[in-house]
């Protein structure tokens, strides 16, 4: 699955479960697996 | 009242001061500083009762060592036989009917069980300011943070309300706190002390520790906490110090880092050697550790919040969720990564005795504030916090924080050894014999820096 797409899948379950505080805990998230898979990838 | 455990044991021991005159004592400070939040479960009559047996059977010639007698706080996220484990939570409390093992250890070896100390909320922050039995205030300035999570432990000892604490560090909790206040904080190698009993934030970080007025102490508690007799091997007279170069030290407040750069300097002068050391993939902990922690952390809770959601602080609660969307595939990068993190800690570690960094960039925070200013520019207070002390948790190698100083303002400074993977004992023989050195920072009672 690509980050964009766990974002999008994740935020919208956040919303369907009337948490819309986690969309920017969640946009942080996705920039870190980001960044963790990138350093994962350049093993 | 500030006295450390070797000093105020060797008087219990020889019958000049009585343990119940020592828990009195306490519990005057306890209920004179209440205003700091240090303790959410004060054990007044058990502790006196206690303290009474203890008494007679030194007494009688039944000492039973360098902790007989002495009145010992607990992070309330560990378990005491018919005290509530709050966990610093508005979450129904757990009702443990045995003590975790490290509290047996502790009872067995003759201490006192005070009562049991605040902290951030399910140990899931550094700053012991989201708990439902109120704000851990610092000790010299309460409207600042006293570090967390384990906040009412480092409290409760530098207000003279015990004589050691017991507390946990998943990314710090010991050794912020510690750093904050301006005492010792050790946290041992990774699975040396039983965590059965303890509430988990994160089953592969969690690590249990004393934290103390003196490295001594935290030997002597390590020891029984453990055991087994720490070896005391003794240590050269010249260590070779490792300073790990780039992300780790390239974001320091000032004046943290014109402390750590008088340490080195008068470690050198002393006749240690500092030499720079690169941990390859250290930019990366925060990533590796955040794809651990918070499913670990998830995992555990997803029960609770299922019934009790609404009873979370909002950002325990918020981060707990986001870990419910953390992708299998990650945890196991992640995990990957964290191996690789360890070999590389482990190869520094090759090339000197110990690696020297302060404990937290920053002194301690105000209660409250999401971002502090480090070095010129805002970082989130969390990710701040957390920066120097999380590698060691994902590597697992030993590592303790000494006071080092404070800044102009008062606050305290902390200096962070980390030790050889598995070794604690060695790790505390080295801060034993750096520890005058360490202490004697800028505007410590020492003074100066030579």
């Known amino acids: 699955m690509t980050v964009h797409d766990w974002l999008k899948s994740a935020i919208e379950d956040a919303e369907r479960r009337d948490l819309p505080a986690l969309k920017p805990l969640l946009e942080a998230i996705a920039k870190s697996t980001e960044a963790l898979r990138k350093a994962a990838d350049a093993r | ?450």
């Open chain 2, 1 to 450: 009242m500030n006295e450390t455990i070797s000093e105020i044991g060797a008087r219990i021991r020889a019958g000049d001061v009585s343990p119940v005159d020592l828990v009195q004592s306490c519990l005057t400070r306890i209920a004179d500083r209440s205003d700091l939040n240090a303790f959410i479960t004060v054990l007044e009559d058990s502790a006196l009762s206690e303290a009474e047996a203890a008494a007679a059977e030194i007494s009688r010639g039944q000492y039973r060592g360098p902790l007989h007698g002495i009145p010992i706080s607990i992070k309330d996220l560990v378990d005491v036989a018919g005290v509530p484990t709050t966990s610093g939570s508005a979450v129904p409390p757990l009702h443990p009917t045995r003590d975790a093992p490290v509290v047996q250890r502790l009872r067995e070896a003759g201490a006192i069980i005070i009562g049991k100390t605040n902290l951030h909320e399910f140990a899931f922050g550094t700053t012991s300011d989201e708990s439902a039995f109120g704000p851990v205030r610092h000790p010299f300035d309460p409207s600042r943070s006293a570090g967390g999570s384990s906040g009412g432990a480092a409290v409760a000892l530098v207000e003279g309300m015990c004589y050691g604490s017991v507390g946990t560090d998943t990314g710090g909790s010991i050794r912020i706190p510690a750093a904050a206040c301006g005492i010792v904080g050790l946290k041992p190698a990774f699975g040396e002390l039983p965590c059965e009993g303890v509430v988990p934030l994160s089953t592969t970080c969690d690590h249990v520790g004393p934290m103390t007025r003196s490295v001594e102490d935290a030997r002597l508690m390590f020891q029984v906490l453990r055991g087994t007799r720490v070896n005391d091997a003794p240590v050269p007279s010249s260590l070779t110090l490792g300073i790990p170069t780039g992300y780790l030290l390239e974001r320091l407040d000032p004046e943290i880092r014109s402390a750590f750069e008088r340490l080195q300097a008068a470690l050198t002068s002393r006749g240690h050697v500092i030499v720079d050391v690169t941990i390859g993939l250290a930019r990366s902990t925060p990533d590796v550790y955040l794809h651990i922690v918070l499913p670990e952390a998830a995992a555990y809770h997803a029960r609770i919040l299922a019934q009790h959601a609404d009873r979370y602080s909002p950002n325990v609660r918020n981060r707990l969720e986001t870990g419910r969307y953390m992708l299998a595939e990650d945890y196991v990068r992640a995990m990957q990564l964290r191996e690789r993190l360890t070999r590389d800690v482990s190869g520094t570690l090759a090339a000197c005795d110990a690696l020297l960094l302060p404990t937290l960039p920053i002194a301690a925070p105000r209660l409250g504030v999401q971002s502090v200013d480090v070095d010129g520019r805002p970082e989130p207070v969390r990710a701040a916090m957390l920066r120097l002390t999380q590698l060691f948790n994902l590597t697992g190698h030993p590592s303790i924080s000494l006071p080092a100083g404070v800044t102009t303002s008062g606050l305290p400074i902390g200096a962070q050894l980390v030790g050889p993977a598995g070794d604690t004992d060695r790790l505390l023989a080295i801060a034993a014999a750096l520890e005058p050195q360490i202490t004697a920072g800028p505007g410590s009672v020492g003074g100066g820096t030579g």
